[in-house]
């Protein structure tokens, strides 16, 4: 798959294009997922913490500490594993049991860079910025909730948020954004490639690069949280 | 000229394809034929490096094509064009697109250059003025012809068609017939054509190889089949003539 690109500017336009369909693709269903997240996530933290001894400001801090930690990357690319993990899987699959893939090999391209590389590149930059735009987002909602219900003031929220940013924080969360990006485009496309039938086959494919690159995710949360944190 | 040399196949300890050994000739229509599940894709397949003959060789003009190194093999095939049963046009991309694809990958071609290469394609195949749509929307004669103006965009020396008139009207089918036919002789290429369609061996035909359970059964003129006295042959053409 990585060996020497045909013609390096061909890579280069379906890379752009696959980051439009990864990237714009999915924003809609980030900012939804995101801000509702960060409001959520703000109630129930209220909720659990509802005691005088406990300054409002924590809860801005634990709700964007949690939002960055975990909330944002791994919610955000279990999400982005169904949407952009099947996406890639069915057209790839599809591409195989059209003959699309013998075609390309029979032209004497490399089949599997040529349909994963751009995809998997597009995702490694595309993904970790809807990880950041996510993050952004998540505490928006926070806000929004916060203010909305009356349980602390934007300002208390930021507050919060500010006290407890730790850089590293931020550092972890894109580490973890990079990580299940591969493991969604990489999965899929390994997914999509490997089908051997017809259209069911394609079903299942599709179906089995969700699961997979799940699992993957939550493995690698867990990992990621020993070896780094 | 391609020359197989005693090419077999085999999946998981079942041998489809034994000891076929046979010569295609450059500037002519070789028709390899045989019933469904017999082999011929298979035989194609390996022909064109899509599997890998279990033992054996496929000869490209003197170039061992089963143990070229892989930048050697890419070479190779820029060299060879392919019409897929199922046309395998790229959905995604247009007409004019899916022509481009190969000079695109290729060709230090300009854009204007690729253009009037994609518009002598069509022509040729008879598909002017539909470059801009997507194979989803055209049909399936229009899909094969235009399947044919991809496999000749780049200046191909062997061009293999795997059942060229599957699913086409007999009118559409012969269409394509002498499409394969004309462009075969004025490109002076090796054309091999896997069909179980006799009109096609018949009209267009010069040499055929009768392919029998995995077995190259007969070979010769297209002109010698009335006369082969091979019974397996023989009842392939009557089970034809009453298809």
Redesign the interface.
């Known amino acids: 798959m990585f060996s020497k690109p045909e013609k390096l500017s061909v890579y280069i336009d379906r890379t752009i294009t696959e980051m439009n369909n990864i990237g714009v693709g999915s924003l809609s269903i980030v900012v939804i997922i995101a801000v509702f997240q960060g409001a959520v996530t703000t109630l129930q933290i209220a909720y659990q913490l509802i005691s005088p001894l406990i300054a409002k400001p924590v809860i801005g801090s634990i709700v964007s500490d949690s939002s960055m930690l975990e909330l944002a990357p791994t919610i955000t690319c279990l999400v982005l594993a169904g949407k952009v993990g099947s996406h890639i899987a069915s057209e790839i699959g599809t591409m195989r049991v059209s003959e699309q893939i013998d075609a390309l090999e029979v032209m004497g391209i490399n089949s599997s860079g040529y349909l994963a590389l751009p995809k998997i590149v597009a995702g490694l930059i595309m993904i970790p910025l809807l990880v950041i735009i996510s993050i952004f987002l998540s505490n928006l909602g926070g806000i929004i909730a916060g203010e909305a219900s009356g349980i602390l003031t934007y300002e208390e929220y930021l507050q919060g948020a500010r006290e407890s940013f730790l850089p590293f924080n931020l550092l972890f969360s894109l580490i973890k954004a990079f990580t299940y990006a591969f493991i969604i485009t990489s999965v899929s496309a390994f997914q999509g490639y490997t089908t051997n039938g017809g259209a069911l086959e394609v079903g299942a494919s599709s179906t089995k690069a969700v699961v997979y690159s799940a699992v993957a995710i939550l493995f690698s949360d867990y990992i990621l949280a020993q070896i780094l944190l | 000229m391609i020359e197989l040399i005693n090419v077999s196949k085999s999946f998981g300890g079942v041998e489809v394809l034994k000891n076929v050994s046979t010569k295609f000739e450059t500037g002519k229509v070789n028709l390899v034929i045989g019933s469904s599940g017999h082999g011929k894709s298979v035989m194609m397949?390996c022909m064109?490096?899509?599997l890998k003959p279990t033992s054996g060789n496929v000869m490209y003009d003197d170039r061992d094509f089963t143990n070229l190194e892989?930048s050697q093999?890419?070479?190779?095939?820029?060299e060879?064009g392919?019409l897929?049963?199922?046309t395998?046009?790229?959905?995604s991309l247009t007409v004019e697109q899916n022509v481009e694809?190969?000079l695109?990958?290729?060709t230090s071609m300009t854009p204007a250059e690729r253009k009037d290469r994609v518009d002598f394609c069509l022509e040729q195949v008879e598909m002017q003025g539909i470059n801009n749509k997507f194979p989803a929307e055209i049909s399936g004669g229009m899909k094969k012809r235009v399947g044919i103006a991809r496999a000749i965009a780049l200046d191909i020396k062997y061009l293999?068609c795997d059942e060229p008139n599957s699913g086409l009207d007999p009118v559409t089918s012969r269409v394509i017939d002498e499409l394969l036919k004309s462009i075969t002789e004025e490109f002076n290429i090796t054309t091999i054509i896997n069909t179980h369609d006799m009109k096609t061996v018949f009209d267009i035909g010069d040499d055929v190889i009768f392919i029998y359970k995995g077995k190259k059964e007969w070979s010769g003129k297209v002109k010698d089949i009335h006369s082969s006295n091979n019974d397996m042959l023989t009842n392939f053409i009557k089970a034809s003539y009453f298809d």
């Open positions: 397949k064109v490096g899509l892989y093999l890419r070479e190779v095939r820029k060879i392919m897929f049963q199922g395998a046009l790229f959905d694809f190969t695109k990958m290729f293999f």
